[in-house]
């Protein structure tokens, strides 16, 4: 089976620093997508990493580490329009399948 | 440049009835993917179309069905609808051939069944 991993929530302060991790055991690996979903949105792209390492795109950034079947999410001075769901999604040939979403709280 | 389009956007349907949701791609891709998201979870891979043919299918009933015009266009149709079946219901285009290329997700179709 597959099987994507992320934390149900978390909270945050304004102009921090968060990190979102996600681990998966799938079967095949074909890329990992970040998604940012806000309240009754259409989830939208913010990252897609398929080799190891950091990506970095403005404040977000995202890593992985195939070796270990893991990656997070990385958001730099929090917004509150930071306030959403973040998802992540790993590549299977044409499938794409999703974690259950982190959904991140932004404190002032 | 239009992006995904879904229709309709809100839809109240009760139990044992059909429903059929359409989906116009972003403009130049020629793939879709069916997803469904009930409140506070991921989005569910239902299956993907290509070609006209379905060429991927997640773990959803034959009750789950769908279609891909020749102008790529799609509609997902379900079949005796249960409770179970409230959702958003979201579309999601690619170009097949880009395999580093991110899903372009439409804004959803919200079905509610009493």
């Known amino acids: 089976g597959q099987n994507i991993d992320q934390p149900t929530e978390m909270t945050a302060t304004e102009g921090a620093i968060v990190q979102i991790n996600c681990t998966y055991q799938?079967?095949?690996?074909?890329?990992l997508f970040w998604y940012q979903q806000h309240a009754g949105e259409a989830p939208t792209f913010l990252s897609y990493?398929?080799?190891?390492g950091l990506e970095e795109k403005g404040r977000f950034s995202s890593f992985l580490s195939r070796s270990k079947g893991y990656s997070y999410l990385l958001l730099k001075e929090l917004q509150m329009k930071d306030s959403a769901s973040y998802l992540c999604?790993?590549?299977?040939?044409?499938?794409?399948?999703f974690g259950k979403g982190t959904r991140l709280h932004i404190l002032p | 440049d239009a992006g995904v389009t879904q229709s309709p956007t809100h839809l109240i349907k009760t139990r044992g009835q059909q429903v059929t949701l359409r989906c116009s791609p972003k403009s130049g891709h020629d793939t879709v993917s069916w997803y469904q998201q009930a409140l506070g979870q991921g989005p569910q891979f239902i299956f993907q179309y290509y070609e006209e043919e379905e060429r991927q299918r997640g773990n959803f009933p034959d009750r789950f069905s769908g279609h891909q015009f020749p102008n790529y266009s799609s509609e997902l149709n379900v079949n005796a609808l249960l409770l179970g079946d409230s959702a958003l219901y979201l579309c999601?285009?690619?170009?097949?051939?880009?395999?580093?290329?991110?899903?372009?997700f439409g804004d959803g179709t919200r079905l509610s069944i009493l």
């Open positions: 999604a790993v590549k299977l040939d044409d499938k794409i399948i």
């Open positions: 799938t079967s095949g690996f074909n890329g």
């Open positions: 999601a285009s690619s170009l097949n051939r880009q395999n580093n290329q991110p899903q372009h």
């Open positions: 990493n398929v080799l190891d």
